[in-house]
């Protein structure tokens, strides 16, 4: 598999209950200066909800598990959301989450804007778009990198890396 998008992924009730939690000015980002060891990309902030074979976070049955369930996870490597503050940085490096061959990597838009994600497969790069409810779905061995928005100041996601079933 190269990767694959699914619309329309959650039910309304869930995204809505997802934004809510996520887009709350109360909710306990963390800023970060890179996406992970290879890249210093700029400041984004995230928020943990599972890492190191456990869980970080009160959202996470509510939230996260019901992803995981969705995308026939047999279990979860981490799980994050990401904000991206579009005036901090404008894309991320080129990289791999994990190694890993037989994990994936699912990446849940939750906002809509002009930003996205670009992969690289094959030295092509295809650029998904930012859509909300729409997750991007691939092998966590496949380079991608973050895009933030020109016309939005705020890109939401959920990043899932999981072993499938």
Not at 68 to 88: T, Y
Not at 129 to 153: G, M, Y
Request: net charge positive; charged share 25%.
């Amino acid at each position: 598999m190269s990767y694959k998008t699914i619309n329309n992924f959650l039910d309304k009730k869930q995204l809505s209950a997802t934004q809510s939690i996520i887009f709350d000015l109360e909710f306990p980002w963390r800023r970060r200066k890179e996406l992970n060891d290879n890249c210093n990309n700029g400041i984004y902030f995230t928020y943990g909800f599972y890492n190191n074979m456990e869980i970080n976070s009160p959202y996470f049955m509510d939230i996260i598990k019901p992803i995981l369930e969705k995308l026939n996870s047999m279990a979860p490597i981490q799980v994050r959301s990401n904000m991206f503050i579009s005036k901090l940085f404008k894309k991320s490096a080129f990289h791999v989450d994990y190694e890993d061959t037989k994990s994936k990597t699912a990446i849940l838009y939750l906002n809509t804007c002009d930003g996205g994600t670009e992969i690289k497969i094959n030295n092509k790069v295809k650029f998904i778009k930012a859509v909300e409810n729409k997750i991007l779905i691939f092998d966590t061995n496949t380079l991608h990198r973050a895009i933030t928005s020109i016309e939005s100041p705020i890109r939401y996601i959920i990043n899932l890396n999981y072993y499938e079933r």
